[in-house]
């Protein structure tokens, strides 16, 4: 299984609204990343976690809050977020080697 | 920190050419190098992984190589068809932080 599974696929969501991100991966890789994608733009890091502990977090504003609750999981809680954060949120994970990724959650603020 | 550049920007090539793509870092000092295939709207796919160790990685039309020390990677592809085209993105991976190139936009014309 070389599979990491992001839902929901698709997020609409008000500026005033909390929503969360959900990334699970059995590969028992270890690091896992989210990034930010905008359209016709490469993926821009966003944070990763390494042994469930956030080893990397690229400025990213409070609005954005990533959690990993286990070694399969890692979620991105979003809270007041703004309409230039709408874009599409990749998760990878690695264990030292290839990085795979997930299909990516669609995120629109309106 | 890691910068990466990949070009061109965009290519269109009539079926069955072969073509390749460019991928240059500024820092040598990386763990691995991947390329990934990305279609509009979705996830990334893995094509070809080069460890910083290795020279070249083949994968059916797909042949990778890597030059460290002067901080360039191609990937070639033998025998275009439609169903390559697609953005195809370099990554370079220096300890936990992986960095994208902006990507190499590719249309083959039946």
């Known amino acids: 299984d070389t599979e990491v599974t992001q839902t929901p696929k698709h997020l609409v969501m008000g500026m005033t609204n909390k929503k969360s991100l959900k990334c699970e991966q059995h590969?028992?890789?270890?690091?896992m990343y989210w990034y930010k994608q905008k359209a016709k733009k490469p993926p821009e890091l966003m944070f990763v976690?390494?042994?469930?502990?956030?080893?990397i977090n690229e400025s990213v504003p409070s609005r954005f809050s990533p959690e990993c609750p286990n070694s399969s999981l890692l979620n991105l809680h979003l809270h007041a977020l703004q309409p230039e954060d709408s874009a599409l949120y990749l998760c990878?994970?690695?264990?030292?080697?290839?990085?795979?990724f997930g299909q990516g959650t669609r995120l629109t603020v309106v | 920190k890691q910068e990466v550049t990949q070009i061109p920007a965009a290519l269109s090539v009539p079926e069955g050419e072969n073509l390749v793509l460019n991928c240059s870092f500024t820092?040598?000092?990386?763990?691995?190098l991947q390329w990934f295939r990305q279609d509009p709207g979705k996830g990334l796919t893995s094509l070809l992984l080069?460890?910083?160790?290795?020279r070249e990685q083949t994968s059916g039309r797909l042949n990778a190589s890597l030059d460290k020390s002067s901080g360039r990677s191609t990937l070639y592809i033998a025998a275009s068809q439609p169903g390559d085209s697609a953005t195809y993105l370099c990554?370079?991976?220096?300890?936990?932080?992986?960095?994208f190139g902006a990507g190499t936009r590719l249309t083959v014309k039946p």
């Open positions: 080069i460890q910083s160790s290795q």
């Open positions: 990878a994970s690695s264990q030292g080697n290839e990085a795979f």
């Open positions: 990554a370079v991976r220096s300890g936990r932080d992986m960095r």
């Open positions: 976690y390494s042994y469930e502990k956030l080893s």
């Open positions: 590969m028992g890789h270890r690091a």
């Open positions: 820092d040598s000092a990386i763990y691995n």
